[in-house]
């Protein structure tokens, strides 16, 4: 490697993973910072786009956008050294979105490590806008702040309170970060997932109770009543539909996971409870904010979170495998720097 590339995390195509030369970051925009990256968290976008299953995607693509990192010289606000957790949505500004406080579902948004490249790879320029001071975490820990915000801006879009039944549907890392956070408002979670393992591991490292494969027995547990607040975090469409008679009459349903079907349910059935349905996507700052407080807090156990550390050239041959088999997996983190 010359003065001039460094070594990137690419996704070749669809199956191939390789690090490759990349140029060296020279021209960074009015605005934009330069940031060394530390660490990067792999998510089940990251897996998609090595599986192919992206639907929105062009190859070769840097991928990573979980990201901590510091930043590298003196500027905008920032001084060189600053740790800092950056958020990947790429806003536009302009949009009728934007303009009502929700960059988050901005109609040009761009999501580094998707619609344009990531940050797996030794420096990463962002906007000024998208970065946030992580003092007082780890590197590691501040690249897992951005997938637990997904969790907690559901749960503030939910409205849970500490009187609320609620059910997560998924027990992915979605889905724990959203059970977390529902928890923290004082909410009695009960878990969802036809993984025994995804379960007894959601038991063991954060003391949910043993939870359920069926979603009768759930339901059960409410003597049929439902629950007031449903999360659903399973990316499936079937599981989708089928949650909607767990929800008890005044309830919420909220659709953290995104699946490329139609969803269907009756009609009658939603209007008599008087159902909110609810969309949730991405994250905004508070939710950013409301994670890295619970870390330091010691509300969250971040080493629970975090099943592996990597390097990147090791990943070279991991990334295939942690793709095939996710099942006791909640997060691997590709380290880069201190």
């Known amino acids: 490697m010359s003065h001039d590339t460094m070594q990137a995390g690419v996704v ?3 199956g191939s993973f390789a690090v490759q030369d990349r140029p060296v970051i020279t021209d960074v925009p ?19 786009i090595f599986e192919g299953k992206h639907p929105f995607l062009e190859y070769p693509r840097v991928i990573g956008h979980e990201l901590s990192g ?76 951005e997938f637990l915000a997904i969790g907690a801006h559901a749960v503030r879009r939910s409205d849970v309170t ?17 059970a977390l956070f529902a928890r923290l408002m004082g909410a009695h979670v009960t878990l969802l997932d036809l993984s025994t393992e995804r379960l007894a591991m959601a038991a063991d490292r954060f003391g949910f109770d043993s ?32 949650g909607f008679p767990a ?36 994250a905004l700052k508070a939710d950013f904010d409301w994670v890295m407080s619970s870390f330091r807090d010691n509300l969250i156990d971040a080493d629970a979170l975090c099943s592996d ?5 090791a990943l070279t041959t991991a990334l295939g495998k942690l793709a095939a088999d996710r099942a006791g997996l909640i997060k691997a983190v590709v380290k880069l720097h201190d």
């Open 30 to 48: 009015d605005g934009w910072v330069l940031i060394d990256i530390c660490a990067v968290g792999l998510c089940g976008t990251d897996y998609h």
């Open 70 to 145: 510091r930043v590298a010289r003196d500027g905008d606000g920032w001084g060189a050294g600053d740790l800092v957790v950056v958020n990947p949505y790429l806003s536009c500004g302009t949009c009728r979105a934007c303009k009502r406080g929700k960059p988050n579902c901005c109609s040009n948004i761009e999501v580094l490590g998707v619609h344009r490249d990531g940050g797996l790879a030794p420096q990463l320029a962002v906007p000024a806008q998208n970065l946030y001071p992580a003092d007082g975490l780890t590197p590691l820990q501040a690249a897992m702040v």
């Open 211 to 242: 939870g359920y494969t069926r979603l009768e027995a759930a339901l059960a547990s409410t003597d049929g009543e439902g629950f007031d607040v449903v999360f659903d975090a399973t990316g499936h469409g079937g599981a989708i539909e089928a």
């Open 247 to 282: 929800v008890a009459h005044g309830g919420t349903y909220v659709l953290v996971s995104v699946v490329k079907d139609d969803i269907t349910f009756n009609d009658p059935e939603f209007h008599k409870r008087e159902m909110r349905l609810i969309g949730s996507r991405n």
């Open 12 to 14: 070749v195509e669809p």
């Open 162 to 178: 500490k009187a609320d039944r609620v059910l997560v549907t998924g027990v992915g890392p979605i889905g724990i970060g959203t």
């Open 309 to 313: 550390v990597l390097s990147l050239d």
